[in-house]
């Protein structure tokens, strides 16, 4: 790699970590409320997961098992169903539909 495309590669790098600062920073009160929910969603392995969309986590009093990236990845896809059927295939982008702020957890049990 020659050093022009290491340099556009370091600049890209930079403006993606950047931007996902300015995403994290974004205030709630920026996301229409639709977008804003908790829900829980079951995986394949059959553990049921929580992820709060656009919304601090409330997490369990008992720790449970980290997820796997993989479960987590799924949790994440099914967890935002209801941003896809509300916004449609198109939208501006970062907002609170088509760059969604998730976390997710397993629930014991």
Same mark, same amino acid.
């Given at each position: 790699m020659n050093s022009t495309a290491l340099h556009t590669v370091h600049a890209l790098c930079a403006a993606g970590a950047a931007g996902v600062s300015l995403l994290a920073a974004m205030p709630a009160s920026a996301v229409p409320r639709e977008f804003v929910y908790t829900v829980n969603v079951q995986i394949r392995d059959g553990r049921t &997961?929580?992820?709060? $969309?656009?919304?601090?986590p409330h997490y369990p009093p008992v720790p449970t098992p980290a997820l796997t990236t993989d479960?987590? &990845?799924?949790?994440? $896809?099914?967890?935002?169903?209801?941003?896809r059927l509300l916004s449609g295939p198109r939208g501006p982008y970062p907002a609170g539909d088509t760059a969604p702020a998730i976390t997710c957890f397993a629930l014991p049990g």
């Open positions: &997961v929580q992820c709060a $969309v656009n919304e601090p479960e987590r &990845v799924e949790a994440e $896809v099914l967890a935002t169903q209801r941003l």
